[in-house]
């Protein structure tokens, strides 16, 4: 069982006061912690699991304009047996389309009985690169899967629709699978961890390297471009509160009791 | 003509809500453009969905065959495809949800099409749509923009936009042949299944305390539960606390979760991602509490408290203990 699993990096933005660029088109990261996306994470997990359990390897695979290489050790560290980083500054910028004519140009040459990759990204929120990406490969794809059934050279996975409902797809393998959280428990890995995984295979590829060129990558490649960032105007609809935790407290309590649920 | 195409989308023999607010952003793009407004209706034995649509459209192509009963990506692909092909829409309308997910990224590709997913609203002119969408989870817009003059590909947020309701068009249906449908075979719809959903009853509580990762830990849920109980109310959840099974799947809600409509609402630590919004907006009183005063939680909250929920919830639970021994 030859696993690809897709990741990217990146920034938490849960708690930060984000800023616009100057150009408007993205926000300040120089601040921003970044780690791997969440649902790559479960993506990550479930590729060892298989391995795991069937044998085989899993490749961890990531097309960035920054130096992500922390990203893929957590990944080796995780389990994964190699890992391929494209790193090419025309990739800022990059639409859906772009990254995954990229990861199509990586994937391609190497053998794979599943593709893996998040269902979205935090950041763009696009889910659409595992979807593209089987397109070219023109093998069938799953998206939104919360369960994965290995048989005879085919998959049988849950695919999570709205609500408690559930669909179950056979895919004949090759396939690609966009994983939703939840499906397992990713586990932690340690500093020590990442350590003991640097000598694990790591290759860095430049995107001349994959034959890609100029009208295939970048700002100019992409089909859908930001025109603008902005931020949502604050405090537009909630009445904040203010005054100490306990007025505070006060003022939510009668807000109850006008609602007639703290009677 | 010129033409805006609307997937329509059903499940189970029922027209899903997403379609009608498509049909109802259609209408209002179809009208700026002059354009005439068509609804593309794949399945099996649907004649009456097509009627229904029939109602909010120009035209419905009613494509029927067997291998559509149910929603496939691969077979939707294709039909879609042939469509657009033949017909050059200028726009092609899908739902952003768990069909419009697996369906448009390929077909985009294989299309060579722009796609812009998850929009919130959209405006075309001859040359170009454009869009604005959420990025950063909900923190940040993004006006993003796709030319439209070889055709183009919108998913829609379900909720965002309303249904027209009334009767606004008198719709012909067309019965149209379905492409070949070669290689589906390798993607195979099984069953549905319904997740086994057992304990507690969310939907029926008059108040409700949520929590989000804001919560940190699995050690911290009892505080978020004994505040629940002295507020005589019951403890839901968002999606990070079920995926990291610190609460059952009951507790969820949101669009993979439970749709819930209580007197009142408390979110303790959850950002307000549209997925956790759509499945407690239409409640009552909805009281956020969170760090962060950007977070899109208080755009939909009635009262918003910008502080650390840890502080906030004890005094909270003191204060209501205090007016129920008062009585
Ligand atoms: C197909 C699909 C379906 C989904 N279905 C659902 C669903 O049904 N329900 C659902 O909820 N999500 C769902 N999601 C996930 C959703 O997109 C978000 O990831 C999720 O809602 C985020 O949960 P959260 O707000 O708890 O966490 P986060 O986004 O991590 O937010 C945590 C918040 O807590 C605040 N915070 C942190 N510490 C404190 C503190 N000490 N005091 C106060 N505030 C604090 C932070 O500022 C932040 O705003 C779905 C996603 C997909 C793709
Ligand atoms: N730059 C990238 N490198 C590798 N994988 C990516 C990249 N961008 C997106 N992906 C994968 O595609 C998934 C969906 O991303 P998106 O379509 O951008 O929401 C992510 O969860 C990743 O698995």
Redesign the interface.
Known sequence: MDIIVCVKKV?D??????I?TKDGKD?EKGELVCDINEWDRYAVEEAIRLKEELGGSVTAVAVTPDEDEDLLRKCLAMGADRAIMVKDESFRGSD??VI?TALHHIIKDLPFDLVFTG?QA???????????L???LK??????VTQIEVLERKV?V???????????????MPAVCTIQ??IN?PRYVSIMGIRKAAKKEMKTLNTSDLGLTEEELGDSAS??????????P????????KGS??E??????S???S????? | MREILVLAEHRKGVLRDITWEMLSLGKELAEKMEAQLTTVLPGYEVKSLADELSTQADLVLLVEDERLQNFSSMAYQQVLSTLITTRKPIITLIGHTACGIDLAPGLAAALGMPLATDCLSLTLTEKELTAVRQIYGGKVNAEVACSCEKGCIATIRAGVVSPWGEETRKGKVEVIQSPSLEGISRQRFIEYVEAAIGGVDITQADIIVAIGRGIQDKENIPLAEELAKALGGTLACSRPIVDKKWLPKAHQVGTSGKTVRPKAYIALGISGAFQHIVGMKDSGVIIAVNKDPRAPIFEVADYGIVCDLFDFMPVLKEKAKELLQRR
């Open positions: 920034p933005t849960r708690e930060a006061e984000l616009i926000i859906a389309h995954a269902v935090e950041d763009d929120g696009y889910a659409q690169v595992g979807g593209i089987a397109g070219f093998v069938p794809h799953a998206t939104l049988q849950h695919r999570e629709l709205e609500e408690a409902l559930m669909e179950v797809v056979e895919l004949d959280t939840g428990e089909k859908v471009k930001i025109k603008g960032l902005s931020l949502p604050s405090g537009k609809g909630a009445e904040i509160l935790t306990g505070i407290a006060t003022k939510v309590a807000i109850l009791k609602k007639g649920v703290l009677a």
